[in-house]
C-alpha cells in the first residue's frame, strides 16, 4: 500500500539524509500551530542567479586585476556589497512573519487537500513574493502588503485514505533581488481527513435494507420510476419533475426508490470480490450517492455499524468512518516521505 | 524549481532601460552598422513587448547571427584580435539575447552581462562622471533585479525605484571598506588592450611647425606634485626624448640608441649619471598619449614601477599609455652625464645631414666659431646672435623651405622653440661640438587647491644639450635668448593674446583664466579631478600601505586583513541591527494576549489552564466549577475561537470589538470575584496593559 523507497546506495544515503533532516528539524523547529519566522527557523541560501551573479562579480574582479582597473575593483566591491545586504534583505522579508495553520478540508484521495494558513505581519513590515508550498505541491504566492493578515491556500496532493497530517509547510522568498532564498520548513500541526476515493459502481442483486432484512428489489437510486412526491427543501434539483412543473401540477420529485421503506444500509459485504480499499472506495461512491437522494442510509463494516440517517453531519460520519478504517495505526506514516 | 516562468512586464522594460545606460558611452567607439544593429533590435523588443511585432523565428535568429558575427570579424581583422571587437561581440550577444529572452533565466542572463558591460567601460575611461554613470546602472539594473522578483501590485516604477536606490546606498559604506582595504594583486597576465587612437602629445620626430601646433592646445598633458618645495618655473624642464638625427629638415630619434623596451630592462645601461646634492621626490600622473615614453626632470632615477631609462636618460614604458599613469621619481638639479662619452654616441651627436643645403649657417658657425677662445664662449656667442639679431618668439612662423635652418637663421627669423633648438643644435655640430635636440614640456600652472603642478599641452617645449669636456651634458634653451619672459613666467604669459594660441581647445574655461572666480573655478575641478586619479584610479598596494600605515602605524600589512574581516563584519552587523530589529514586543496578536491575561486571573482563582488544553475544553471545565462565570466565559471563548479561527472572524474589526468589552467585563468579574476570596494581588490586571 505504501511504497517502501527502493534500496539502491543513492536512495539509502538520501532516504538517512532525509531522516536527518527531519529528526533535526523536529528538535529544532517543533511542531506548533502558531510559528513566527525569526533567526532560528529561517535558513539563507544563494541562488542559481546568485551564483550566476557570484560568476559575474568574479569576471570583473578578475578583469580589475589585470588591467589594473581601481573602478572596476570599485565595481566588482558594490557588487558584493550589494550580495551580502541582500541577505539581510531577503532574510527580513521573512523575518517577524507569523504563520498560523488554521487546518485543512476533507478530500477525496487523489484530490488536492487543501490547507489553509494565516500569515501574519507586524505594523512596519511588508513580506513581498511569499512561496508557499508543501513538499512536491503546488506553489502558492502570496504577498502581504496591506491588512495585518492574510488567509492562503496551500494544497497537497492526497494519494491515500485516512488522516493526512500535513507535512512540513515550506514558506520561501526570493525577494528582493533573487539573489538568496530564504526559507522555513514549518510543522504547522494540520490536518485533514481523506475519504476513500469514490468508485463508480451498481449495486450487486442481493442488497440488504435494515429493518430486519425486509427483502426487496427495489434500488435505491436505481433508473426505475418509482413514484412523485411533493418537494422539501434539500432535495436534490436533479430529481425535480420538470415536466410536472411545466404541465402546471406543482414541484414535484421524481422518486426512485420504494419509499415504504427508505431505511437503506450499506454493507462491507455488499462488495465482496474487491480488496478491502476496493470496497471501502466503492462503499464511498454509494454513501455519496444516498446523500444526495431520499432515503435514509446507514453503514456496516467490520467493527463500525452505523444507523441510518440522513444531513451532511451524518454523511461525514459516514465518510470519515470509511476513511478511517483500520486506518490509525497509519497516521505517522503520511508524513514519512516528506521534504 | 521554477526558474522558468514568465518575466513581470515592468522588468523588461527596466532589463532595456539598464543595457541602454550601460551600452551608452561606449556608443560611439562602435562601428555604425553595429550601433544601428544594436538599437534595431532593442527597438524590436519594445515591439515586442507592445505587441506589435512577434519573436523572431528560428530562420531570421540564425540569419542575424550568421551575417553579424563575419561581419564583426572582418569588421576588426585588420586590428587584429582585440578588445574592441571583443566588447562589439559581447554587445551583440546580449541584444541578440534579448530578442529570444522569454524566461526569467534568460532576463538573469542578460541582467549579469549587463555588469560586466558596466565595467568594460572602465576599460576606456576611469573619470568621476564614468565612475557616477557606472553607480547609475548599477542601481538601474538593481532596479531590473527587483522588478523582476516582485510580481505584485507593488511592482511600479516608483517603489522599484526606490528600493533599488535604498540598496545601492546601503551597500556603500561596505563597497569603501572593501575598496580600501582588500589587497590589491598584481596583474595575473597579460590582457590585450584597446586599440590605440590617434596619439597626443610630443612625437618622437621634430619638423619646424609641429611643437607650435601643441601651442593650440590646452589640453592637459600632466599632473604632477611635488614632495616638498616645488622648483622654481625656470627649472621645470620635463624630459622626454632626445632626438640626435637630422636629415636636414626633421630631428628624429636614432634608430640604433632607441632600444626596445625589454632590451633595456633585461641588459640596463650602467648608471653614467653623478648625482650631486639633494633630489627631490615627486609624483606625476600622466593623461594617455598613446606613446611608449613618459616625462621627468633630469637627472631622473626612478623609484618604483614598470618605468625604465634609456641611455640617453629617457624613461620608457612598456606598452602604449592608454590609461593614466601614475610614477613616482626622484630628480637632481645638479648633476653631471656622460663625462666619458662613447664614440658611437659622441658620432650621433655629431651627425650632420648627408646633402646639407645650408651654407649660410655652416658659414656664420664657423666665424662665430673662429672668433671664440673656447667651445663656451662659442655658445654664449651663438646665443648673443639670437638676441641681438632681430628674431622673433611666434606661435604663427612663416613656413620653411629646403634649407630650412638657412632660411630660419637669415630670412625669416621668426620661430618657435623647435626652430630655435634645431638651429642652435645644428650651429654646434657644424663646428664639431657635440649636441642633441630634446623635446618635452616646459614649466606648469600650479594649483593651490590640491598642491600640485598642471602641465597642458601648449607646454611643450624644445632644447637643446651640449657635451663639453669635463661637464658631460650641459643644457641650453636657446629660446630663452629670444624670450626670456617664456622661461621665467611661461608660455601663457608670453601668447596670452596671441592669435592662435590655444585656438584648438574650442570653448574651454582656459579661456576664461581671466576671469577671477571662473578661474578659481576652474583650478577647483581640476583639483577635484587630480585628486580623484591620485587616490581613487591610482589606488594601488603602494597607495594601500600608505593609507594603512597612517592608519595603523608600522605593521600595516600584517594587520590589512585583520582590519578587513573587522570592519566588514562591523558594517554588516550595523546594516543587520537597523534591518532586523524590533519584532519581540508584538509576538502574539492582541486577542490571544487578552485571553492568555484571563486564563492568568482565573489561574489566580485557582482554576489554572493545563497544559495542551485547548480553549473549548478550558471553557467547559471553568464553566463547570464556576456556573456563575459559565455564560460570558463562554461567549467569550466562542469569539475568541472565532477571532483566531474562524472562517470570517479573522481580521473583523467588529468581532476584535466585541471580543475586548466581553473579555473586559468578565475579567472584572473574574477580579472581584478573586479579590472578595483574596486570592490575587491586584497587579495581575493591570498586566494586560
Redesign the interface.
Known sequence: MFSEPTMSPVNTVSFWFSKRVQRWLARNVPAVSTA?L?RRNIFILPT??GL??V???T??F?????????????????????F???I??T??NL??L?V?G??GDSVFAGEEASFTV?L?R????MH??LELSFPKGL?T?A?L?E???L?VNVYLQTKHRGVLKAPRLLVQT??????WRAWSMLDLDMCCLVYPTPVACSLPEAVSHSGGGKGSSTQPGGDDFHGLRNFQPGDSLKQVAWKNLARGQGLKVKQFVDSSDDRFMLDWAMFAGFDAEGRLSRLCYWVLKLARSDVDYGLNIPGVVIQPGRGDAHRHRLLSALALWQQLQHIESATGDAL | M??NYQIPRLALLWVLAALLLVILPGMLRLPLWILLLVLGCMGWRLLIFAGRASYPGKLVKALIVFTALPLTVLQFRTQGVGLDAAVCLLILGVVFKLLEMQYKRDI??VI??A??L??IG??YS?TIP??LH??LA?AVI?GA??S???????NNFRNNAR?AAQ??L???P??LA??IL?P????????PLPVPSSTTGVTDEMTPGDISSLGRSAELAFRVSFDGEAPSHDRLYWRGLVLDFFDGRTWHRSGSTFLDYGMIRRYPSENRGVPQGDPVAYDVIMEPTQQTWVYGMQLAEVTAGEIVQDRNYSLHTATPITQRLRYQLRSWSAFHTDLELPRALRSRALQMPEEDSNTQSAALARELRAASADDMDYVTRVLRHYREQPFFYTLNPPLLGEASIDEFLFQTREGFCEHYAGSFVYLMRAVGIPARVVVGYHGGEYNRFEDYTMVYQYNAHAWAEVWFEGEGWVRFDPTGAVAPERISQGVEAVFANQPGFMEDSGFSMMRFRDTQWLNTLRLRLDAIDYAWNRW?????QDLQLEFLEDLFGENARSSLLWALGMSTALI?SV??FF??R??QR??R?PATRGYLALAADLAAMGLPRRTGEGPLDYCARVSAERPELAESMQSVTMLYVQL??GEQG??SEQLRQEFRMTLQTLRLRVLSRARRAGLVAVSAFSRQR
Open positions: 513566527t525569526h542559481a542567479h550566476l551573479y560568476a559575474a562579480t569576471l570583473i578578475i578583469t580589475a586585476i589585470n588591467y589594473v582597473l581601481s573602478l572596476a575593483f570599485g565595481l566588482a566591491f558594490l557588487m558584493v556589497s550589494l551580502i545586504l541582500c539581510l534583505h532574510f527580513r523575518q517577524h507569523t498560523k488554521i487546518g494565516l501574519q507586524q505594523s512596519g513590515r513581498e513574493a506553489l504566492r504577498d502588503i491588512g495585518a493578515q488567509r526570493r525577494f528582493p533581488l533573487g539573489l | 521554477d526558474v538573469v542572463i549579469v552581462l555588469y560586466v558596466t565595467m572602465f576599460i576611469q564614468s565612475g557606472a553607480v548599477v538593481t533585479l527587483v523582476l522578483n516582485r510580481d505584485n501590485a507593488r528600493l540598496l545601492v546601503q551597500s556603500i561596505l563597497t572593501l575598496f582588500v590589491r594583486i598584481a596583474p595575473l597576465w597579460t590582457m581613487v584610479v591610482s589606488y594601488d554588516f546594516a543587520a534591518l532586523l524590533g519584532g508584538q509576538l496578536d483566531c479561527y479573522v481580521g
